[in-house]
T-cell receptor, first 109, second 116 residues
Framework: AQRVTQPEKLLSVFKGAPVELKCNYS??????LFWYVQYSRQRLQLLLR??SRESIKGFTADLNKGETSFHLKKPFAQEEDSAMYYC???????????FGTGTKLQVIP | GAGVSQSPSNKVTEKGKDVELRCDPI?????LYWYRQSLGQGLEFLIY????????KSGLPSDRFSAERTGGSVSTLTIQRTQQEDSAVYLC??????????????FGPGTRLTVL
């Protein structure tokens, strides 16, 4: 069975400080990993996926198969980054997506 | 075009009543997903459709929950004999085909269900 763990329910950082939102997964095959974000009163939306190896809004995430992690990082937090962040896993060739419980990021001005 | 829409946006019902939640996916999206978002529980997968068929119903919590999709478009999630623990936000998402897989999921605004 696949599982996604986000150990922090709430992460508070000061504006300009680095951010790291942790995500660990368990899956025996080759997964696709995603980060979704939900800003206040907005819909859940895709932030980035590991296969694209892209940086969105200054966020990056590297898939570490050895540590089974997909942590989300940003060097300098901004107030507009305050939101709920969900890590998600999709098993290869299979459409079910498993989400973590989410981490609320609070950027303090 | 329009994004994923869901109705109603809010539903308050009494314990024991049946409810129907509707999802209109983005036109042309063949995959449709239902999730439940409870406080402190994250997003819980319920069911997904590929066209009109549901290859995976493993997430449905009990036989009180059912879903259908007709014409490869609109989907309805039905909860019979609602219980207080069914109170949550029910999210729908859709995605389009990409090669042998699917693109990102686009989410609707959700239906907030409150069972009194």
């Amino acid at each position: 069975a696949q599982r996604v763990t986000q150990p922090e329910k709430l992460l508070s950082v000061f504006k300009g400080a680095p951010v790291e939102l942790k995500c660990n997964y368990s899956y025996s095959g080759s997964p696709e990993l995603f980060w979704y974000v939900q800003y206040s009163r907005q819909r859940l939306q895709l932030l980035l996926r590991h296969i694209s190896r892209e940086s969105i809004k200054g966020f990056t995430a590297d898939l570490n198969k050895g540590e089974t992690s997909f942590h989300l990082k940003k060097p300098f937090a901004q107030e507009e980054d305050s939101a709920m962040y969900y890590c998600a896993l999709k098993a290869g060739g299979y459409q079910k997506v498993t989400f973590g419980t989410g981490t609320k990021l609070q950027v303090i001005p | 075009g329009a994004g994923v829409s869901q109705s109603p946006s809010n539903k308050v019902t009494e314990k024991g009543k049946d409810v129907e939640l509707r999802c209109d996916p983005i036109s042309g999206h063949t995959a449709l997903y239902w999730y439940r978002q409870s406080l402190g529980q994250g997003l819980e997968f319920l069911i997904y459709f590929q066209g009109n068929s549901a290859p995976d119903k493993s997430g449905l919590p009990s036989d009180r929950f059912s879903a259908e999709r007709t014409g490869g478009s609109v989907s309805t999630l039905t909860i019979q004999r609602t219980q207080q623990e069914d109170s949550a936000v029910y999210l729908c998402a859709s995605s389009s085909r990409r090669g042998s897989g699917y693109n990102e999921q686009f989410f609707g605004p959700g239906t907030r269900l409150t069972v009194l």
